[in-house]
């Protein structure tokens, strides 16, 4: 465990960790932003062509598409959910594929409109964020996400946390060739810091997801997961586990927060 003088920067993801998009707490809910989004290009591509596969597409089998697909990308629970419905013959991800692209375009649309209108920061996490700041690594700040920069861009404005990360240090979709769980996006964003490389294991890496904490754990950070979305008994059973796990961000600061003697 570090303490807080030991931490030399933080790298947070966005989607489930400091944006709330969903609206249950647990049980891998249906109907988060995401989902809704992704479910409503998915039918919209039924109707326009004639699929009845997605037209009748659940709300469970288009979450199950995202969190079984292999990596933690919209164009691999996309991919992963047209093969599950028999669309495509193979679970290789082919990213030439004009039905995939048409969804992933429309979903990018619908979202934005969604994340206007019910974003919103999980409780605690902007205080957290401040706190953090003035108390800890200073401006040593950077994000590493698979969200498209625009989105990113969006929440943090809207959200009031854009002060604490600069452009040069928000690593996004944009930015990267692969998906968590690889560490590309958090190396990346370890680079941004400009920190010298033996502070790896001192710079706290926030996440929500498996295939996130897998990321940031290749990428040697100290690994923090929040229970927004997956329970404690799950990220403990990781096969790859968090550093530390706290189910909010208040708890996260009662962790960090030097003992008053």
């Given at each position: 465990?570090?303490?807080?003088?030991?931490?030399?920067?933080?790298?947070?993801?966005?989607?489930?960790?400091l944006?709330?998009?969903?609206?249950?707490?647990?049980?891998?809910?249906?109907?988060?932003?995401?989902?809704?989004?992704?479910l409503?290009?998915?039918?919209?591509?039924?109707?326009?062509?004639?699929?009845?596969?997605?037209?009748?597409?659940?709300?469970?089998?288009?979450?199950?598409?995202?969190?079984e697909?292999?990596?933690?990308?919209?164009?691999?629970?996309?991919?992963?959910?047209?093969?599950?419905?028999?669309?495509?013959?193979?679970?290789?991800?082919?990213?030439?594929?004009?039905?995939?692209?048409?969804?992933?375009?429309?979903?990018?649309?619908?979202?934005?409109?969604?994340?206007?209108?019910?974003?919103?920061?999980?409780?605690?996490?902007?205080?957290?964020?401040?706190?953090?700041?003035?108390?800890?690594?200073?401006?040593?700040?950077?994000?590493?996400?698979?969200?498209?920069?625009?989105?990113?861009?969006?929440?943090?404005?809207?959200?009031?946390?854009?002060?604490?990360?600069?452009?040069?240090?928000?690593?996004?979709?944009?930015?990267?060739?692969?998906?968590?769980?690889?560490?590309?996006?958090?190396?990346?964003?370890?680079?941004?810091?400009?920190l010298?490389?033996?502070?790896?294991?001192?710079?706290?890496?926030?996440?929500?997801?498996?295939?996130?904490?897998?990321?940031?754990?290749?990428?040697?950070?100290?690994?923090?997961a929040?229970?927004?979305?997956?329970?404690?008994?799950?990220?403990?059973?990781?096969?790859?586990?968090?550093?530390?796990?706290?189910?909010?961000?208040?708890?996260?600061?009662?962790?960090?927060?030097?003992v008053?003697?």
């Amino acid at each position: 465990m570090l303490t807080l003088s030991e931490v030399r920067g933080a790298i947070f993801d966005v989607d489930d960790t400091l944006l709330d998009t969903f609206n249950n707490r647990y049980g891998r809910p249906v109907d988060g932003l995401h989902e809704r989004a992704r479910l409503q290009a998915f039918q919209e591509a039924g109707i326009r062509h004639n699929i009845p596969a997605l037209v009748s597409l659940t709300p469970e089998e288009n979450l199950r598409g995202f969190v079984e697909a292999p990596v933690h990308s919209l164009e691999a629970a996309v991919w992963h959910t047209m093969y599950l419905k028999g669309l495509v013959t193979t679970d290789e991800f082919e990213p030439g594929n004009p039905l995939l692209q048409e969804v992933v375009a429309r979903k990018d649309e619908i979202f934005e409109k969604l994340l206007r209108t019910d974003g919103k920061p999980f409780p605690g996490a902007v205080e957290f964020v401040g706190w953090l700041a003035e108390n800890g690594p200073g401006d040593y700040f950077a994000v590493a996400s698979t969200a498209i920069r625009r989105d990113i861009d969006i929440f943090l404005k809207m959200s009031g946390l854009d002060r604490y990360f600069p452009d040069k240090r928000i690593i996004s979709k944009d930015d990267i060739t692969h998906a968590k769980p690889n560490p590309e996006a958090f190396n990346k964003a370890f680079a941004a810091l400009s920190l010298p490389e033996q502070d790896r294991s001192q710079v706290l890496a926030f996440e929500d997801n498996p295939r996130g904490v897998m990321s940031a754990k290749a990428a040697g950070l100290f690994t923090c997961a929040i229970t927004t979305v997956h329970t404690r008994q799950e990220l403990e059973a990781l096969t790859v586990a968090p550093d530390l796990i706290a189910d909010s961000f208040d708890e996260f600061r009662t962790l960090f927060e030097p003992v008053q003697v």
